[in-house]
């Protein structure tokens, strides 16, 4: 089963910060949390990933909490290509890279 | 660099048939994923190769068999073709955990129906 939990969907105006949450409270010490966007049916797209600090790059922020079981997705200035199902997974050395369900963002005009 | 390639984009098979869907990677990566994903569904792991001549299962692996004969190509066979494997199946490529950033890059997908 996957490590993490997010919500099934989430509604963000045009312009505005989407903050997309994850649980993963059973996280070990070596486990990444990585994010991955799917647009339409096209295969996955890596966003961004971090272990411990917080992380940015030109897509999004990637807020970890101090105790590491929680994390949130930011996109700054979401725009309507910005829809599609985001993923948040755990990676670990074993490297058995399960998914969840995701979250379905709908970015409204 | 092509990335990951998947061939075909389209197949229609009957049931019982059986047949073989290609993924090759140019980018000398040590691990490719092959994952289904039914409509309106995640992503379901079938199965996984850490390096040439070395696979796993794993969380939906029955009814496909995988090979590892090279470091670039990474076959998913389907032997007795089933409704239930009408899917979209992706394949993906890692470099290790650890060698920067170990991103999942993905192939554009192959639209499997089975009638």
């Known amino acids: 089963d996957a490590k993490t939990t997010q919500p099934p969907s989430m509604d963000c105006a045009e312009g505005r910060a989407a903050n997309l949450p994850c649980n993963h409270s059973?996280?070990?010490?070596?486990?990444?949390v990585y994010w991955y966007r799917q647009i339409h049916s096209q295969g996955p797209q890596y966003i961004i990933h971090?272990?411990?600090n917080n992380e940015t790059n030109e897509m999004a922020s990637l807020i970890i909490t101090e105790d590491r079981k929680s994390s949130t997705l930011i996109l700054p200035h979401a725009t309507l290509r910005d829809t599609a199902v985001y993923y948040c997974?755990?990676?670990?050395?074993?490297?058995?890279?399960?998914f969840g369900k995701g979250t379905r963002l709908h970015i409204l005009p | 660099n092509a990335g990951v390639t998947q061939t075909p984009k389209f197949r229609i098979l009957k049931i019982g048939q059986s047949m073989t869907l290609q993924c090759t990677q140019d980018?000398?990566?040590?691990?490719m994923y092959w994952y289904r994903q039914d409509p309106g569904m995640g992503l379901k792991l079938i199965y996984y190769?850490?390096?040439?001549?070395?696979?796993d299962k794993g969380e939906v692996p029955n009814g496909y068999n995988v090979s590892r004969s090279t470091t670039e190509d990474f076959p998913l066979r389907l032997e007795l073709a089933a409704p239930s494997q009408t899917s979209v199946y992706f394949c993906?490529?890692?470099?290790?955990?650890?060698?920067?950033?170990?991103?999942?890059?993905f192939g554009n997908g192959t639209r499997l129906t089975v009638t």
């Open positions: 059973t996280i070990s010490g070596n486990e990444y």
């Open positions: 993906a490529s890692s470099t290790p955990l650890g060698q920067a950033n170990s991103p999942l890059h």
């Open positions: 997974i755990v990676r670990v050395g074993d490297d058995k890279i399960i």
């Open positions: 980018m000398n990566h040590n691990y």
């Open positions: 190769s850490v390096g040439a001549g070395i696979t």
């Open positions: 971090g272990l411990k």
